[in-house]
């Protein structure tokens, strides 16, 4: 069982939006600013996507926007491409537990 | 062009040790905050631990389920970072990932909450 929990599973057509949630804890999620996301093709590494809950590396397209409310953070892909399809993890600093991962959730672009 | 490339995975027994390495080139090693993430086959990313840089005290951090296990360590003269890892169980098989803190263009450093270069991971299989 991981420590913040996202869906299995999402999906969307090209062209729509989807948003995964990351739902964590007062200690993690809801305590610090310091969300991350990161996108996983099959055999590849992790690519980070999103930082500090809502800012994007250089290199990485303006569809993708992260939020947070309260205890849950969430991605946002919108007019899905193709290649948007993949493993998403979100990841969260947690104190003294340094950093905690979601269990991540696959995006299939239908 | 920064890359981190990782060695030394492979099949140990329960209870064996292993040492992996993590070599880096292109980066500004002696500044850089090293860190380990590993993910089970066909499972989640797991964080592992983190060293920090010389400069800011070199502090070493473990997961729960590695402590006592795994140690961190690092070589700014070879550019490398290593995780020793003893007392190995069937659930540390995983793939193995080197990375490293994201410097953002603001001036910030993500060195425990985000990640931007990793290496290609290699594979340790703990089984009798």
């Known amino acids: 069982q991981s420590a913040l929990t996202q869906p299995p599973s999402a999906s969307g057509s090209p062209g729509q939006s989807v948003t995964i949630s990351c739902t964590g804890t007062s200690s993690d999620v809801g305590n610090y600013n310091y969300v991350s996301w990161y996108q996983q093709h099959p055999g590849k590494a992790p690519k980070l996507m999103i930082y500090?809950?809502?800012k994007r590396p250089s290199g990485v397209p303006d569809r993708f926007s992260g939020s947070k409310s309260g205890n849950t953070a969430s991605l946002t892909v919108s007019g899905l491409q193709d290649e948007d399809g993949a493993d998403y993890y979100c990841s969260s600093y947690a104190g003294s537990k340094i950093l905690l991962f979601g269990g991540g959730t696959k995006l299939t672009v239908l | 062009e920064v890359q981190l490339v990782e060695s030394g995975g492979g099949l140990v027994k329960p209870g064996g040790s292993l040492r992996l390495s993590c070599a880096s080139s292109?980066?500004?090693?002696?500044?850089?905050?090293m860190i380990w993430v590993r993910q089970p086959p066909g499972k989640g990313l797991e964080w592992v631990g983190r060293i920090k840089s010389n400069s800011g005290g070199g502090t070493t951090d473990r997961a729960e389920p590695v402590k006592g296990r795994f140690t961190l360590s690092r070589d700014d003269s070879k550019n490398t970072f290593y995780l020793e890892m003893n007392s190995l169980k069937t659930e540390d098989t995983a793939i193995y990932y080197c990375?490293?803190?994201?410097?953002?263009?603001?001036?910030?450093?993500?060195?425990?909450?985000?990640?931007?270069?990793w290496g290609q991971g290699t594979m340790v299989t703990v089984s009798s």
């Open positions: 990375t490293t803190g994201y410097s953002d263009s603001s001036g910030g450093y993500h060195g425990d909450d985000a990640f931007d270069v």
């Open positions: 292109g980066l500004a090693f002696s500044n850089a905050w």
């Open positions: 500090e809950v809502n």
